[in-house]
């Protein structure tokens, strides 16, 4: 022990020692034993014992050598506890029995109050020492009552709890100290108060501060005695709050640790320089299957995987040599259930100093990541050797695949696209490249041919389509390339990536230009079969139908569905015989084309006529494997030849007619002429009768010869606008008067009929004509019905009715309830002279007129019949549509007489004869000619003199439509009158506009011809 004067103060045995200062201080020569054994007053210095504990601590941790008796431990206060004057007490208890040792007491007495005063110097110096010691302290040193109450603190204590002394001083330390600590406290303090224990500590507790703030002490506590009695309690306290906080915060980063060590799915490991486990945590356990009792102590070597141990000896040898570097490995161990595990492991080596201390092993199982790779491997393998089969694949395939970016570059491209259409060099060239790369190298290329690449030009950027549409697409891209035309039937779609994004589009494409050649040639082909009005039927070689186009269903009324799989023997009328059919087949088995004619009935019943081919079709062998039927509907076309042979039938007998009428008219004219002539000249009366009866037969032969002209439209009509309603009712008054009264006359006129232009007398003749037969046909009584009504005729009934057109029509419908008519006798009924009355009550004129009147008017009729069921007769009359209001034609009125020239030209003898006869008596000048030839030389010699011209039209030669065309030529103005025995409406109408003033027709009146002539003249010459 340092030689230094402190006391020491034994907290058990209430002894003291001193140092050998001490000693000196108070005359003691025993410095060996304790105070409380010497001869000498006892030194009581016990309150500031304890205090110095901490203050040992702090000379300690300021480096000096210090123990824990070093420091008097009770330098607090020294109050109430004078040494000298115990010293002096003790000695008086000493001395004072010793009366007789008086001398040696005052002597001892002096030498105390030697001593004392040395002593009390010395003392003020040491207590000044200890109070500076006690005040500036930075542990806490207090002292307390033994009720637990403060009555002493150093500045330290003040300062740390932020108390004032007031404040601490009489506080009760079971209010400062944590409840949580306050047990031990109490459990403490209690021993001393019992006297077990003198000393205790040092342990910890936590005090509040005045400001709340929780402070933590190291507390040495120790008895204070007074007179031998326990007084109160010396404390040091040392600030331990930062060193807590340190060991709070290190134990929670050495749970966190142990945490992240034991709860990490990594396996940590430390094995020695051996390779032995010193530690695993749980992980590692787990993974391997061993407990961690199991794995402490065993080699690493142990769990490695046979055929690895020696690459993993060598790899951990190598690992202890390098020490400084980490090394990462992956090796297979054996679990304890015999799994093969796969662990990557990252090494460590720690030294201390340059010996090894240990070996640190992060250790993670990639089993599943050694699969994954086994697996990605094969994967790769399998997947390098499917691209190999998907390249083989698309580059063997005639067609053409790709497929391309979001910006139209291709990704992938097969060698048939490469060479057909883009002209790339292999199938990586295009990739990163768009058509238009190579459509304008290829351009480039052959920059004086503008047709070498022209290929989709014209076409849809399908590539836009589908990226904007989102759906597959089919297209059809065409265009030359390398000069020949090419046609692709391309299919584009979306491509997607696994998360549904368009990243561009994928498509492939066939080269079709000859198989679009022919689907455009069997596209043609269908399209006409389809849209031909013949009808096309297919069969297979028993005659079973196995394709009609849309003609066969308009015509025959039957469904392609309700004629599939059955025979063309749905179509039979009935009208052919067995040999018929057997013909057609027999012919067909001889693989020969059949041609002929069928009637054959509709699905309505009615009956249709086709004219129809039947071919066989050979395969390539030559085998007939189905028939086709090309039929066409000539129904139309028979009735329209019908009509044709009767209309050719009354043209030839109009023609004999007309032909007959000239002549005859001419004569008839010869003998109505003289008649007239001589009847005034007669003075008998009974010869004047006679040539009135001549004149009156001679008007009836015109009459007959007019009739006979009628039905073969060779007649003149004088047609106007007429009202055919108001000619029905007129005609029916007449009817009501002249046919049988068992007869009903229904009329049902339209209100609002169209006019028409027609000859009102004609009309006449045909209501007549055909309402006398209707009456005729009922002896016995019937209805008589006359109907009208407008009409719109379209083409489709016009093609089935000859002359007519399509336009707005009257229809005019005469019908009866009569006995009807055979269709035999239907087919004759508008022949002239066929009749079926007997002989004697009919010429058989009747419809034939009727028939000519309505083709004059450019009409036509139909007649429907059946026996028992009456007749109807349609007639319809073209509508008329007013024009400006034609001026009235003024007759003349004025006399007969003349003085003019007149030529006439005419090749009948008769005629020249009794025209000059005629016009002498009138006061005319007659030149006549006998043809066309001699009038013109005639007018050319004398024209200046010839006023007018009468000019007959079918003469020998020149004839007198050329004539009086020559004669027009002649003289523009000439005034030619044509008179002729025979002429149509036609040929009146062109006669008038060729230049001839006006038409007499033959057998004619003579004043009426001297009336025409006084009118042409009396209009005066036009300049």
């Given at each position: 022990?340092?030689?230094?004067?402190?006391?020491?103060?034994?907290?058990?045995?209430?002894?003291?020692?001193?140092?050998?200062?001490?000693?000196?201080?108070?005359?003691?020569?025993?410095t060996?034993a304790?105070?409380?054994?010497?001869?000498?007053?006892?030194?009581?210095?016990?309150?500031?014992?304890?205090?110095?504990?901490?203050?040992?601590?702090?000379?300690?941790?300021?480096?000096?050598?210090?123990?824990?008796?070093?420091?008097?431990?009770?330098?607090?206060?020294?109050?109430?506890?004078?040494?000298?004057?115990?010293?002096?007490?003790?000695?008086?208890?000493?001395?004072?029995?010793?009366?007789?040792?008086?001398?040696?007491?005052?002597?001892?007495?002096?030498?105390?109050?030697?001593y004392?005063?040395?002593?009390?110097?010395?003392?003020?110096?040491?207590?000044?020492?200890?109070?500076?010691?006690?005040?500036?302290?930075?542990?806490?040193?207090?002292?307390?009552?033994?009720?637990?109450n403060?009555?002493?603190?150093?500045?330290?204590?003040?300062?740390?709890?932020?108390?004032?002394?007031?404040?601490?001083?009489?506080m009760?330390?079971?209010?400062?100290?944590?409840?949580?600590?306050?047990?031990?406290?109490?459990?403490?303090?209690?021993?001393?108060?019992?006297?077990?224990?003198?000393?205790?500590?040092?342990?910890?507790?936590?005090?509040?501060?005045?400001?709340?703030?929780?402070?933590?002490?190291?507390?040495?506590?120790?008895?204070?005695?007074?007179?031998?009695?326990?007084?109160?309690?010396?404390?040091?306290?040392?600030?331990?709050?930062?060193?807590?906080?340190?060991?709070?915060?290190?134990?929670?980063?050495?749970?966190?640790y142990?945490?992240?060590?034991?709860?990490?799915?990594?396996?940590?490991?430390?094995?020695?320089?051996?390779?032995?486990?010193?530690?695993?945590?749980?992980?590692?356990?787990?993974?391997?299957?061993?407990?961690?009792?199991?794995?402490?102590?065993?080699?690493?070597?142990?769990?490695?995987?046979?055929?690895?141990?020696?690459?993993?000896?060598?790899?951990y040898?190598?690992?202890?040599?390098?020490?400084?570097?980490?090394?990462?490995?992956?090796?297979?161990?054996l679990?304890?259930?015999?799994?093969?595990?796969?662990?990557?492991?990252r090494?460590?080596?720690?030294?201390?100093?340059?010996?090894?201390?240990?070996?640190?092993?992060?250790?993670?199982?990639?089993?599943?990541?050694?699969?994954?790779?086994?697996?990605?491997?094969?994967?790769?393998?399998?997947?390098?050797?499917?691209?190999?089969?998907m390249r083989?694949?698309?580059?063997?395939?005639?067609?053409?695949?790709?497929?391309?970016?979001?910006?139209?570059?291709?990704?992938?491209?097969?060698?048939?696209?490469?060479?057909?259409?883009?002209g790339?060099?292999?199938?990586?060239?295009?990739?990163?490249?768009?058509?238009?790369?190579?459509?304008?190298?290829?351009?480039?290329?052959?920059?004086?041919?503008?047709?070498?690449?022209?290929?989709?030009?014209?076409?849809?950027?399908?590539?836009?389509?589908?990226?904007?549409?989102?759906?597959?697409?089919?297209?059809?891209?065409?265009?030359?390339?390398?000069?020949?035309?090419?046609y692709?039937?391309?299919?584009?779609?979306?491509?997607?990536?696994?998360?549904?994004?368009?990243?561009?589009?994928?498509?492939?494409?066939?080269?079709?230009?000859?198989?679009?050649?022919?689907?455009?040639?069997?596209?043609?082909?269908?399209?006409?079969?389809?849209?031909?009005?013949?009808?096309?039927?297919?069969t297979?070689?028993?005659?079973?139908?196995?394709?009609?186009?849309?003609?066969?269903?308009?015509?025959?009324?039957?469904?392609?569905?309700?004629v599939?799989?059955?025979?063309?023997?749905?179509?039979?009328?009935?009208?052919?015989?067995?040999?018929f059919?057997?013909?057609?087949?027999?012919?067909?088995?001889?693989?020969k084309?059949w041609?002929?004619h069928?009637i054959?009935?509709?699905?309505?019943?009615?009956?249709?006529?086709?004219?129809?081919?039947?071919?066989?079709?050979?395969?390539?062998?030559?085998?007939?494997?189905?028939y086709v039927?090309v039929?066409?509907?000539?129904?139309?076309?028979a009735?329209?030849?019908?009509?044709?042979?009767?209309?050719?039938?009354?043209?030839?007998?109009?023609?004999?007619?007309?032909?007959?009428?000239?002549?005859?008219?001419?004569?008839?004219?010869?003998?109505?002429?003289?008649?007239?002539?001589?009847?005034?000249?007669?003075?008998?009366?009974?010869?004047?009768?006679?040539?009135q009866?001549?004149?009156?037969?001679?008007?009836?032969?015109?009459?007959?010869?007019?009739?006979?002209?009628?039905?073969?439209?060779?007649?003149?009509?004088?047609a106007?606008?007429l009202?055919?309603?108001?000619?029905?009712?007129?005609?029916?008054?007449?009817?009501?008067?002249?046919?049988?009264?068992?007869?009903?006359?229904?009329?049902?006129?339209?209100?609002?009929?169209?006019?028409?232009?027609a000859?009102?007398?004609?009309?006449?003749?045909?209501?007549?004509n055909?309402?006398v037969?209707?009456?005729?046909?009922?002896?016995?009584?019937?209805?008589?019905?006359?109907?009208?009504?407008?009409?719109?005729?379209?083409?489709?009934?016009?093609?089935?009715?000859?002359?007519?057109?399509?336009?707005?029509?009257?229809?005019?419908?005469?019908?009866?309830?009569?006995?009807?008519?055979?269709?035999?006798?239907?087919?004759?009924?508008?022949?002239?002279?066929?009749?079926?009355?007997?002989?004697?009550?009919?010429?058989?004129?009747?419809?034939?007129?009727?028939?000519?009147?309505?083709?004059?008017?450019?009409?036509?009729?139909?007649?429907?019949?059946?026996?028992?069921?009456?007749?109807?007769?349609?007639?319809?009359?073209?509508?008329?549509?007013?024009?400006?209001?034609?001026?009235?034609?003024?007759?003349?009125?004025?006399?007969?007489?003349?003085?003019?020239?007149?030529?006439?030209v005419?090749?009948?003898?008769?005629?020249?004869?009794?025209?000059r006869?005629?016009?002498?008596?009138?006061?005319?000048?007659?030149?006549?000619?006998?043809?066309?030839?001699?009038?013109?030389?005639?007018?050319?010699?004398?024209?200046?003199?010839?006023?007018?011209?009468?000019?007959?039209?079918?003469?020998?030669?020149?004839?007198?439509?050329?004539?009086?065309?020559?004669?027009?030529?002649?003289?523009?103005?000439?005034?030619?009158v044509?008179?002729?025995?025979?002429?149509t409406e036609e040929?009146?109408?062109?006669?008038?506009?060729?230049?001839?003033?006006?038409?007499?027709?033959k057998?004619?009146?003579?004043?009426?011809?001297?009336?025409?002539?006084?009118?042409?003249?009396?209009?005066g010459?036009?300049?």
């Amino acid at each position: 022990m340092a030689q230094k004067t402190i006391l020491h103060l034994d907290s058990y045995h209430q002894d003291y020692d001193w140092s050998s200062s001490i000693h000196r201080a108070v005359g003691s020569h025993e410095t060996n034993a304790p105070l409380s054994e010497t001869r000498h007053t006892r030194a009581v210095i016990q309150e500031s014992a304890n205090a110095f504990q901490s203050g040992r601590r702090q000379i300690a941790r300021l480096g000096q050598a210090a123990t824990d008796h070093d420091v008097l431990e009770g330098a607090a206060r020294i109050e109430g506890s004078d040494p000298v004057r115990a010293a002096e007490r003790e000695l008086l208890s000493i001395f004072f029995p010793v009366i007789g040792l008086l001398v040696v007491g005052i002597l001892a007495l002096l030498v105390i109050i030697l001593y004392r005063r040395r002593y009390e110097k010395a003392l003020r110096r040491s207590e000044q020492r200890y109070r500076d010691l006690f005040d500036h302290s930075p542990d806490i040193i207090y002292t307390h009552d033994m009720d637990g109450n403060y009555t002493s603190v150093n500045e330290a204590g003040l300062k740390i709890l932020g108390m004032s002394r007031d404040e601490f001083i009489g506080m009760n330390f079971r209010k400062l100290v944590d409840p949580e600590f306050l047990p031990t406290t109490e459990n403490f303090f209690r021993m001393k108060l019992e006297g077990k224990v003198h000393q205790t500590g040092p342990y910890q507790l936590a005090v509040k501060a005045k400001d709340g703030r929780t402070v933590w002490f190291e507390v040495n506590t120790r008895t204070i005695f007074q007179d031998g009695k326990a007084v109160g309690v010396q404390g040091v306290a040392r600030d331990i709050t930062e060193r807590k906080l340190l060991e709070q915060q290190l134990k929670e980063a050495q749970e966190r640790y142990r945490s992240f060590v034991e709860e990490a799915q990594d396996g940590i490991i430390e094995t020695d320089a051996k390779g032995r486990f010193t530690f695993v945590n749980e992980i590692t356990t787990k993974t391997t299957g061993y407990s961690r009792s199991e794995l402490l102590g065993k080699s690493y070597l142990d769990l490695v995987d046979p055929e690895f141990r020696e690459k993993a000896k060598s790899l951990y040898r190598s690992q202890l040599a390098r020490k400084d570097q980490a090394v990462y490995v992956e090796m297979p161990i054996l679990a304890k259930d015999g799994r093969r595990i796969w662990l990557g492991v990252r090494t460590s080596v720690f030294l201390e100093g340059d010996k090894l201390k240990s070996v640190r092993s992060i250790a993670r199982d990639i089993t599943e990541r050694k699969k994954a790779e086994e697996a990605l491997k094969e994967s790769e393998r399998r997947y390098k050797e499917l691209y190999r089969m998907m390249r083989l694949m698309c580059d063997n395939v005639p067609d053409m695949i790709w497929a391309k970016d979001v910006d139209k570059r291709f990704l992938f491209a097969n060698r048939a696209i490469c060479h057909d259409l883009l002209g790339a060099q292999d199938t990586d060239e295009p990739v990163g490249k768009t058509d238009m790369f190579f459509a304008e190298r290829e351009r480039s290329l052959h920059p004086d041919n503008p047709h070498w690449y022209t290929f989709g030009e014209i076409c849809a950027d399908s590539d836009a389509v589908v990226m904007e549409e989102k759906v597959p697409r089919r297209f059809d891209e065409f265009g030359n390339v390398k000069g020949q035309f090419l046609y692709l039937d391309v299919y584009k779609a979306p491509l997607l990536d696994e998360a549904g994004n368009m990243i561009g589009t994928v498509g492939c494409a066939r080269v079709v230009t000859e198989e679009r050649r022919r689907e455009e040639e069997q596209a043609r082909l269908i399209t006409a079969i389809n849209q031909t009005a013949d009808t096309v039927i297919i069969t297979d070689t028993k005659g079973v139908i196995q394709f009609v186009n849309p003609a066969f269903e308009k015509i025959t009324g039957y469904s392609r569905e309700e004629v599939l799989g059955k025979t063309p023997s749905v179509l039979k009328s009935g009208k052919h015989s067995p040999e018929f059919y057997k013909t057609l087949w027999r012919t067909l088995r001889e693989k020969k084309v059949w041609t002929g004619h069928f009637i054959n009935k509709k699905k309505d019943g009615t009956l249709y006529e086709e004219d129809a081919t039947i071919t066989p079709v050979r395969d390539s062998s030559g085998r007939v494997t189905s028939y086709v039927a090309v039929k066409r509907d000539v129904t139309n076309e028979a009735m329209l030849q019908k009509e044709l042979l009767h209309s050719q039938k009354m043209e030839a007998i109009g023609t004999l007619a007309g032909g007959i009428a000239h002549d005859l008219n001419n004569v008839l004219q010869v003998i109505l002429g003289y008649c007239q002539l001589l009847t005034p000249r007669l003075q008998d009366d009974t010869a004047s009768k006679g040539l009135q009866a001549i004149a009156t037969a001679t008007r009836r032969a015109g009459d007959l010869v007019s009739r006979v002209l009628t039905f073969s439209r060779k007649i003149q009509t004088e047609a106007r606008p007429l009202e055919l309603n108001h000619e029905i009712r007129r005609i029916h008054e007449l009817l009501q008067r002249t046919i049988p009264k068992m007869i009903q006359i229904q009329l049902r006129l339209a209100d609002d009929l169209h006019l028409i232009h027609a000859d009102a007398v004609q009309i006449e003749q045909i209501l007549m004509n055909l309402s006398v037969n209707a009456a005729h046909a009922m002896p016995d009584g019937g209805v008589l019905s006359i109907q009208t009504e407008n009409v719109s005729l379209d083409e489709d009934f016009c093609s089935r009715h000859a002359g007519a057109m399509p336009g707005e029509y009257i229809l005019l419908t005469v019908s009866d309830t009569g006995c009807g008519m055979e269709k035999d006798i239907l087919e004759r009924i508008f022949e002239p002279f066929f009749t079926t009355k007997k002989v004697g009550e009919g010429t058989g004129l009747g419809l034939s007129m009727v028939y000519g009147i309505v083709a004059a008017h450019n009409g036509f009729i139909l007649c429907d019949s059946q026996p028992g069921a009456g007749a109807t007769f349609r007639i319809y009359f073209p509508r008329f549509y007013p024009q400006v209001e034609e001026a009235a034609v003024q007759e003349s009125t004025g006399s007969l007489l003349g003085n003019e020239t007149v030529l006439l030209v005419d090749d009948e003898d008769e005629v020249v004869s009794l025209a000059r006869d005629a016009f002498a008596g009138y006061g005319y000048t007659l030149l006549t000619a006998r043809t066309g030839e001699e009038a013109l030389e005639l007018y050319k010699a004398q024209g200046n003199d010839i006023d007018i011209v009468v000019l007959d039209l079918v003469m020998p030669g020149m004839g007198g439509r050329t004539c009086l065309k020559e004669l027009i030529k002649l003289d523009p103005t000439a005034r030619v009158v044509i008179a002729s025995g025979f002429a149509t409406e036609e040929t009146v109408k062109q006669v008038l506009k060729s230049g001839a003033r006006s038409f007499v027709k033959k057998p004619f009146e003579f004043e009426d011809l001297l009336l025409e002539i006084r009118k042409v003249l009396d209009e005066g010459r036009p300049r």
